[in-house]
């Protein structure tokens, strides 16, 4: 009975319950039940606050660039507790050096006027078609990435001045044209060599082991026979990408759905408007209204006098807009206006007083069925495939829970098959069971030893598995008879390397001398010269061979890339020389030296700053 309630804490209705407590501390936070604050505070550099909704923006938007660039792998890193902690604060850092960087070049006493981040803005090859400035994808591209323009005018503002300090640090570095030149002369370079390959594999055919010898090895080698811990698994799988090849969804559902949802396949309602913004200055708005209700032309007033430097240069054109993107004040005025050339009465909003003039109006269109219909029908597949997941689920959970010593009732309650597999380690493990929560899983007692059902494990979103141990068999060393070939292999291996390596060694050795006759005796000859560069796979060992003298050689000995021993004979050095090579090199330098100053200005800005931070580990 115990047994048994101690499985039930890993059951859905408990998990239900702990996520409400955990979920009530997310929101809340636990200094909200110790009477605390801060919880809304991620970092705290000097007086400055990094915003914990900042940071998770910064941070998901960083996720989902490593994502896209990584892949799985990258979804496999993020199992790891350990990693998603030092990614998260990797992100948390470089927003601290953002902050650290704004707050130096403020006490040096930079400034960005407004109309450089106007400039800025008008300039911006995101916002332009054709080379010029397009409103409508300025305003659309704000929309979409959750800013208005006054707060992307604030970014942008930000972002000028730390680069004004980079900037600063990038303008006093130089390289001299010695540096540079030695520096090409060096990655140039290029090398005259000739070169003996001599096989491992050949001389391990030529070597001799006797039993003595394989047993010796055996026993000095017995962690290169060890067989892992292995075990035989079952496993379960339930995946909704999996449940849609059974899913259908006929022409009725489809035209249904259109039809309930038919707001969704239709275009809102959009306005062309004007606007003037005048941020803090009622008296200055009437004043404006009052012009333009006695004739003036409203772009003309637009570019004279409003305060957005997104729109003022375009006579106040904020292209089209729909309901529900824009300040809700400023929306329901746009909106309320009837006629084209309809000015509006001065509107308060978040962002100041707004004068609008709406310029033309787009009807709302429905696409017809035909066009969405293959759309709605994936959708639908798709949302009864997620409904069925969940519904099994559930019944996974259950009959998992309830039948713990098998897996058969719970393949059977969601007609999945069983999957097992023969002894296996965690290396050769088939991908799901690599995962971190399933291999954890397979390590838990009950599960291991007890041979009792997983709890239902997540793997992917609506992807989840339960599995249990069948067999285990212990990490041992295999017998001397099972792995004799391996250990012969491998014997014969190491002696045809140490024959070659001797061989090499005294060749070497006996040319250094200038007795050439080392290559006769052993019917050896150097091939063809070949002129290599720092990317042969000799290159480590050859340049940092002496160079020879006039009318000499110098000799030595490497391995290549095949692992086999290879004589060196270095006849000739010849220094690099191009004119757009080194200007690559200078470029590079300069680089070096930008990052090692701005690496070092950092390093000391966060000495003298208090940083704190708040729910993250801190070095």
Known sequence: MMDRLREGVNGIAIKIILGLIILSFVFTGVSGYLGGGGNNVAAKVGSTTIERGAF?????????????????????????????????????????????????????????????????????????TNGKFDQDIYAATLRRAGFSADSFAEYL???????????????????????????????????????????????????????????????SHSENYERPE??????????????????????????????????????????????????????????????????????????????????????????????????????????????????????????????????????????????????????????????????????????????????????????????TTDFISQADAPEILKIPAVAQALENTDVKKEGMNSEVLEVAPEHVVVVRVNDVRDETVLPFDDVKEQVKAQLLATKGEQQALTLANKVVEALQKGEDKVLADNDLSFASEQSIDRRSPLANKVFAMPHPQEGASTYAQTKDDQGNITIVKLNKVTSGSDAQFEQQIASQLLRMNNQQDLEVLIKSLRESTSIEYHGLAAE
Not at 100 to 127: H, W
Not at 185 to 198: E, F, K, S
Not at 322 to 337: I, R, S, T
């Open 230 to 419: 292995q075990m035989k698994v079952a496993y379960v799988e339930l995946s909704a990408e999996k449940l849609k090849d059974t899913i259908t969804v006929s022409d009725e559902d489809a035209q249904q759905y259109y039809q309930d949802h038919l707001d969704k396949y239709s275009t809102k309602e959009q306005r062309k408007v004007r606007h003037i913004l005048i941020k803090d200055d009622e008296a200055k708005a009437e004043e404006l209204l009052a012009q333009l209700k006695a004739g003036a032309d409203f772009a003309t007033v637009a570019k004279e006098s409003s305060q957005d430097v997104g729109s003022a240069k375009l006579g106040g054109d904020l292209g089209w807009i729909e309901k529900g993107v824009m300040d809700p004040e400023f929306e329901d005025a746009a909106f309320n206006l009837q006629a084209k050339g309809d000015v509006s009465e001065v509107v308060k909003s978040d962002f100041g007083y707004h004068i609008i003039q709406l310029e033309d109006v787009k009807a709302p269109q429905s696409k017809p069925y035909s066009q969405v219909a293959a759309e709605i029908k994936s959708e639908l597949r798709d949302q009864k495939a997620v409904d069925e997941f969940y519904s099994l689920q559930s019944k996974l959970e259950s009959v998992a829970f309830e039948s713990p010593d098998s897996l058969d009732e719970a393949a059977k309650a969601i007609s999945q098959s069983i999957q």
């Open 56 to 128: 998770e923006q910064a941070y998901q938007n960083e996720r989902n660039r490593m994502q896209s660039q990584m892949g799985d792998y990258f979804s496999t890193l993020m199992g790891d507790p350990q990693y998603v902690q030092t990614f998260r604060k990797s992100v948390l850092d470089r927003m601290i050096n953002d902050v650290l960087i704004e707050q130096y070049a403020k006490s040096l006493g930079l400034r960005v006027s407004d109309d450089q981040v106007s400039q800025l803005i008008l300039t911006m090859p995101q916002f332009q």
């Open 157 to 219: 503002r930000t972002d000028l001045l730390r680069n004004q300090v980079v900037s600063a640090l990038q303008d006093s570095e130089f390289t001299l044209p010695h540096e540079v030149e030695q520096q090409t002369h060096l990655l140039t370079q290029t090398r005259d060599v000739q070169t003996i390959t001599l096989s491992v594999a050949d001389f391990a055919k030529k070597a001799q082991v006797t039993e003595d010898e394989l047993q010796a090895y055996y026993q």
